[in-house]
């Protein structure tokens, strides 16, 4: 169902450049009916020729992933979420549409497999595409190799569900805090020290190929490291990212789902 739409200050033609992730982060608002619960962020990823919103167990729940508390001041549980996607053929413009979290009782994303869900990473199918234009990630199951402690990272959302005057996201840099290629408390998850906050759950994590400040390709694509799930504990700044390779083995696992 296509809820809204709204211009930008941006045309087709636009004079600057804008870079790829601020368009490819979604905000979205987790609904009960047309009740707001709370904002966060998602992603598009395809599954072969199927697009698939990636974002936080949790966002769809309205559950606390680790307690099971629920997460809403208003006790509710969402049964929607609004998307605000990318308005084809109009860079700059965005609408929002309504995707269903439910069929009939049964939910309609899909969870990590055998995870019982203690992963907090969901794919949902999109379904409402009229008029939508997609800007997927690509995911390199094997990013995590190629990055080290302190290295630049950038979450990429919307902290308090705040937006560009264009609707496009908020970046967060902060850097590698955790060594990547080990599994942090038993679960696929690294670490990172970022200013963040709530709004950004669901976030992807990006960064570029050896990327400096000052001497960096400027031009080089940001390659997605994972999707960020929220902070430690309340007072501390260090939040925790689900690996790529989660997301790439729980879009497969979703596409062979939709095609039995």
């Not at 200050?9 to 870079?19: G, H, I, L, N, Y």
């Not at 990013?143 to 970046?171: E, K, Q």
């Amino acid at each position: 169902m296509v809820d809204t739409c709204h211009r930008g200050a941006v045309k087709e033609a636009m004079p600057f450049t804008v870079s790829k992730p601020s368009t490819q982060a979604l905000h979205i608002q987790m609904r009960f009916g047309e009740t707001v619960l709370s904002e966060g962020t998602a992603f598009v990823v395809m599954g072969g020729d199927k697009p698939f919103l990636i974002t936080n167990r949790h966002n769809v729940t309205g559950l606390n992933n680790d307690t099971r508390e629920c997460l809403s001041a208003t006790a509710g549980i969402p049964d929607n979420l609004r998307i605000t996607h990318n308005f084809k053929g109009h860079y700059g413009t965005f609408f929002s549409t309504v995707e269903p979290l439910f069929d009939d009782e049964t939910p309609r994303w899909v969870e990590y497999p055998g995870s019982e869900g203690k992963v907090d990473v969901v794919a949902l199918p999109l379904t409402e595409l009229e008029h939508v234009q997609l800007y997927p990630f690509e995911v390199s199951p094997n990013i995590h190799t190629r990055i080290r402690c302190a290295d630049f990272v950038h979450v990429v959302g919307f902290p308090f569900g705040v937006r560009t005057a264009i609707s496009m996201a908020i970046w967060a840099t902060g850097f590698v805090a955790s060594e990547p290629e080990i599994s942090h408390g038993g679960e696929p998850v690294f670490l990172i020290d970022c200013r963040t906050r709530p709004g950004q759950s669901g976030s992807p994590v990006v960064t570029k190929p050896n990327d400096d400040r000052f001497f960096g390709v400027r031009d080089a694509e940001y390659e997605l490291l994972g999707i960020y799930s929220g902070r430690i504990n309340k007072d501390s700044d260090i939040g925790k990212v689900w690996k790529a390779y989660v997301i790439a083995e729980l879009v497969h696992y979703a596409y062979m789902l939709s095609i039995e």
